[in-house]
């Protein structure tokens, strides 16, 4: 699959996501991209899925997504936070559908 990390998200965690064309909107050439734009540059490049901690996008977009997206649900964007969403994220893309929209949340321990 191929996978576009946002602008909030640390590229760390793209090294995490094994087996997956994984790339940060900035290496992608999207860096500065509005929510609508970036989703459109990301079908015409043939990216699947983007992951982001944008908890607004959701509601800023139709119902007819271009690619899927997992939008990251936590108190912060820090590396230490992005990095325990891995396994999350690698499970859910398992089932990931084209245009489907996911939330992906942290359990408290």
Known sequence: MRILLDESVPRALGFLILGHFVRT???AGFAGLFNGELLA?????????????????????NNNLPV??????????????ALKFAPLILDAL???NL???????LTTD
């Open 25 to 27: 909107a900035q290496t």
């Open 41 to 61: 540059a990301m079908k015409l490049a043939e990216y699947d899925a983007l992951i982001t901690f944008d908890q607004n996008l959701p509601y800023q977009q």
């Open 68 to 81: 899927a997206i997992l939008v990251l649900v936590a108190p912060n964007n820090r590396v230490e936070t």
């Open 94 to 96: 398992v089932n990931l």
């Open 99 to 105: 245009g489907q929209l996911l939330k992906l949340g």
